[in-house]
């Protein structure tokens, strides 16, 4: 059961961190520079909650949690950045 409860909690972490990754992409959309500026505040951001944790008494931080809110968030990133491309490719060829 305590191995169900951690691979959970992982995922849980993953996947929050891949929303933001959405929604930083759609926030700096207009911007030419939307993927660095996404990814900056992903690795800020999970940082800062580690840091943050490490002050709550009922909590633990975990260099190893903040990797894998970067991870999460950078894949949703990286896959956003695949369908603008193929959006790209496919809107410049001839019909």
């Not at 930083?24 to 030419?32: G, T, V």
């Not at 999460?72 to 491309?85: D, M, P, S, W, Y």
Request: net charge positive; proline share 2%; aromatic share 12%.
């Amino acid at each position: 059961m305590a191995t169900i409860h951690f691979i959970t909690r992982k995922i849980a972490h993953f996947t929050e961190y891949a929303i933001l990754g959405l929604l930083a992409a759609r926030a700096f959309r207009s911007s030419d520079r939307w993927f660095l500026i996404s990814v900056a505040l992903i690795v800020v951001y999970a940082l800062l909650d580690e840091y943050h944790q490490s002050y709550v008494p009922s909590r633990t931080a975990s260099v190893f949690d903040s990797l894998i809110d970067m991870a999460g968030g950078i894949t949703a990133l990286l896959l956003v950045r695949r369908k603008r491309r193929q959006i790209f490719v496919d809107e410049r060829r001839p019909v």
